[in-house]
């Protein structure tokens, strides 16, 4: 059942242990990752066609997500579709909770990448991210990547 969402499945987010050595790997698979990224707390490219690929080491999810801890064992992968506002996060995380409340994970934030972010998962349990670019702000907390 679609519901009339406007949101562009673009995002594939691993998050890892060891930032460094995950970029490393897939640097090493021929993707073009900007050096001097080991400590930063996201990092995100754009790989051909506009899929981006994103990592998140432990410690940023542990911000919004408090006793978070990798799964163990294989499919540890993390989704997420942009929306076209920060009201269209809001607009969809309502809509999809109301149409199955276990999708509830995190209810709609604003991240200090300035981005609007909300995390629903799916019915076997994997999240998927809803994200827009917040308005510009002087005091934003991470540069671009």
Known sequence: MNLNLHLTFDFIGIVTADLARSLAFYRSLGIAIPEGLDDAPHVEVVLPGGLK????????????????????????????????????????????????????????????????YATVRDPDGNTVDIYAPLPASPDSELPPV
């Open 53 to 116: 690929l994103a990592w998140d080491p432990v410690s940023t999810i542990e911000t919004f997500s408090p006793g978070f801890s990798l799964p163990s064992g294989e499919s540890r992968i993390g989704f997420a579709c942009s929306a076209e506002s920060p009201a269209d996060v809001d607009a969809a995380y309502s809509a999809l909770v109301e149409r199955d409340p276990a999708a509830a994970h995190t209810a709609p934030w604003d991240a200090p990448w300035d981005q609007r």
